[in-house]
T-cell receptor
Framework: AQSVAQPEDQVNVAEGNPLTVKCTYS??????LFWYVQYPNRGLQFLLK??????LVKGSYGFEAEFNKSQTSFHLKKPSALVSDSALYFC??????????????FGGGTRVLVKP | AAGVIQSPRHLIKEKRETATLKCYPI?????VYWYQQGPGQDPQFLIS???????DKGSIPDRFSAQQFSDYHSELNMSSLELGDSALYFC??????????FGPGTRLTVL
């Protein structure tokens, strides 16, 4: 079974400050890890993914995430947050083991509020 | 760039009615996924298709069925609708790279 935990329901940060959204995962095999962002009444927008290779992954809009196998974490970061980054962020995992299927399992989401 | 298209965007139905949601994947994507997102919830996987065959099944009720057609579009058929079926239904598609790209969703309201 695969699962994702996002321990914070909401993160508040001032514009220009660094932003971190936490994510930990659990899979039987090796993980594919993803971050998506959802704006109100909109679909899920892909930000970045970790498949293999460098632990630090760079994605869209200045976001990056660091894969930490020992801590089973994949925290999302942005050095300088913008008001327009205010949205709902979802971490998702897929088990590389083919027997696990190809579905994504999502965390509960973290609402980010960036204040001017 | 072309995105996943879903129709309709909004749908209102009465209890016990049926609904059909359509999804048109990004061109050359061979896998389609359906997810359900209840109010304030994270998306839950329902079902997926690869090359027109069901490839994985999640928490899809028996009242729901889905298929992928020869042009790769997919339809989610929902019967005997219940109040609890009110949700945002997302379709996603992916190529071999595994990244799933999501459509804008269909908001279903069951009255």
């Amino acid at each position: 079974a695969q699962s994702v935990a996002q321990p914070e329901d909401q993160v508040n940060v001032a514009e220009g400050n660094p932003l971190t959204v936490k994510c930990t995962y659990s899979v039987s095999g090796n993980p594919y890890l993803f971050w998506y962002v959802q704006y109100p009444n909109r679909g899920l927008q892909f930000l970045l993914k970790y498949i293999t290779g460098d632990n630090l992954v760079k994605g869209s809009y200045g976001f990056e995430a660091e894969f930490n196998k020992s801590q089973t974490s994949f925290h999302l970061k942005k050095p300088s947050a913008l008001v327009s980054d205010s949205a709902l962020y979802f971490c998702a995992v897929r088990d590389m083991d083919k027997a696990a299927g190809n579905k994504l399992t999502f965390g509960g989401g973290t609402r980010v509020l960036v204040k001017p | 760039a072309a995105g996943v298209i879903q129709s309709p965007r909004h749908l209102i139905k009465e209890k016990r009615e049926t609904a059909t949601l359509k999804c048109y994947p990004i061109p050359r994507h061979d896998t389609v996924y359906w997810y359900q997102q209840g109010p304030g919830q994270d998306p839950q996987f329902l079902i997926s298709f690869y090359e027109k065959m069901q490839s994985d099944k999640g928490s899809i009720p028996d009242r729901f069925s889905a298929q992928q057609f020869s042009d790769y579009h997919s339809e989610l058929n929902m019967s005997s609708l219940e109040l609890g079926d009110s949700a945002l239904y997302f379709c996603a598609s992916s190529p071999a790279s595994n990244t799933q790209y999501f459509g804008p969703g269909t908001r279903l309201t069951v009255l």
